[in-house]
Every structure is written in structure tokens, then in C-alpha cells.
């Protein structure tokens, strides 16, 4: 069971947006803007996508945004793609003993 | 361009041992953090262990503390993870990755190494 909670799955056709959902704890998400999110598409390493909640690393493209309210941060994906077909996960810098925690992922479904 | 490349993986029986490593190159690899992630089909994403550019501070997840060894050799450019006592839960893919401290966040990762610890 992973510490953050992510949905199993969502999908989205073609040009729509969706929005992913990661609920965390007020020692973790809710305590630091420290959010990241992953996308892993199969058989590949992960690749983050969002630091800091809502920065994006040089070369991603700016239909990811992130954002985060209370424990619960979002990954919102507009304009879907068919590449965009991966799995997502999210992390988060937490004050347990360990320094980050994950989500279980989610899988996205282009339709 | 950063590239991560981990080998040492297979196949070990119950109670065996395993050294991964990670080789790196197209960045100043003393200059950063570098932790081990693994990944299991039913537990998803875990940290496993952290160690500094130095190499002088190190740090472990409960699950693994006493029996696996983060080290790395700044010279060569290489990471590594001892892992003894192995486990049937410690079967997953090993990820190396560069740990940017200041964001929390892990911006390269090599392509994995599957470790499968079964009789």
C-alpha cells in the first residue's frame, strides 16, 4: 500500500484535458511544496515531468501543469495525445524517516 | 547528455547477495545526491537508500536498513548497491537516480535492473 494515494486509472479522448489526483498527509503533501510527478510509459525508466508542485524541467511540454490544495496535488494533462498513454506517479518530500514517498500510479488510456 | 546505466542484476536465491551498479556520465557525478529506487508490480515506487556527492552521509529505507550498502566511487563515476540477505520482497527493478536535493525530486534515472530473489 503506498503512503500516497493516487487513482488505479483514467482515460480521455483526444484533445480533452484530465486531471490526476494525489492525496497525501499533512506530513507530506500538505506540509511541503515538494510534489513531483512521474510519467513511466512501459518497459522505460520514469521521467519527471513536475518538481515543486507546478515547475516543469526544460522540454516538457506545457500541456502538463500541476498544482496542489491541502493534502491533494493534481497533474492535469490537456490537449491528450496518444503518446501521452503512460502510466503517472507522484512523490512527495515527507517528514517520516524517509525523504520521499510515492503514489501507487496511475494508468492513463488515450481513447 | 546524462545517461545512467545499471548492471549487476538476476536472479539469487533467498538469503544471497547481489552488487548493482550504476555508471554515469555527462555530468559532474561528485556535484550530486544519488539514491536507489526500486519498483514491484504490486507496491509500485520505493525508495531505497541516498547517498551524498561526498559519499560521506548515506541513508536507508527501514525495509532494507542492516542489510543493503549504498556506496559510489567519484573516480569512476560509478554507483553502487550491495544488497545482502536478500529477500523474496526485495524482488523489484533497481533504479539509479540523481537526486536533486534542493527540489526533492530525481531528474535522470537509469533504464532499471530486475533483481528476482527466489528458490
Known amino acids: 500500500q503506498s503512503a500516497l494515494t493516487q487513482p488505479a486509472s483514467v482515460s480521455g479522448s483526444p484533445g480533452q484535458s484530465i486531471t490526476i489526483s494525489c492525496t497525501g498527509t499533512?506530513?507530506?503533501?500538505?506540509?511541503?511544496?515538494?510534489v513531483s510527478w512521474y510519467q513511466q510509459h512501459p518497459g522505460k525508466a520514469p521521467k519527471v515531468i513536475i518538481y515543486?508542485?507546478?515547475n516543469r524541467p526544460s522540454g516538457v511540454s506545457d500541456r502538463f501543469s500541476g498544482s496542489k490544495s491541502g493534502n491533494t496535488a493534481s497533474l492535469t494533462i490537456s490537449g491528450l495525445q496518444a503518446e501521452d498513454e503512460a502510466d503517472f506517479f507522484c512523490?512527495?518530500?515527507?517528514?517520516?524517516?524517509?525523504?520521499?514517498?510515492f503514489g501507487g500510479g496511475t494508468k492513463l488510456t488515450v481513447l | 547528455q546524462v545517461q545512467l546505466v545499471e548492471s549487476g542484476g538476476g536472479l539469487v536465491k533467498p538469503g544471497g547477495s547481489l552488487r548493482l551498479s550504476c555508471a554515469a556520465s555527462g555530468f559532474t557525478f561528485s556535484d550530486y545526491y544519488m539514491s536507489w529506487i526500486r519498483q514491484t508490480p504490486g507496491k509500485g515506487l520505493e525508495w531505497v537508500s541516498y547517498?551524498?556527492?561526498?559519499?560521506?552521509?548515506?541513508n536507508y529505507a527501514d525495509s532494507v536498513s542492516g542489510r543493503f550498502i549504498i556506496s559510489r566511487d567519484n573516480a569512476n563515476n560509478s554507483l553502487y548497491l550491495q544488497m545482502n540477505s536478500l529477500r523474496a520482497e526485495d524482488t523489484a527493478v533497481y533504479y539509479c537516480?540523481?537526486?536533486?536535493?534542493?527540489?526533492?525530486?530525481?531528474?535522470?534515472w537509469g533504464q532499471g535492473a530486475l533483481v528476482t530473489v527466489a528458490s
Open positions: 547517498i551524498t556527492g561526498s559519499g560521506l552521509y548515506t
Open positions: 537516480a540523481r537526486d536533486l536535493r534542493e527540489h526533492r525530486t530525481y531528474d535522470f
Open positions: 499533512n506530513n507530506d503533501v500538505g506540509a511541503f511544496d515538494y
Open positions: 512523490s512527495s518530500y515527507t517528514t517520516t524517516s524517509t525523504p520521499v514517498v
Open positions: 515543486d508542485v507546478s
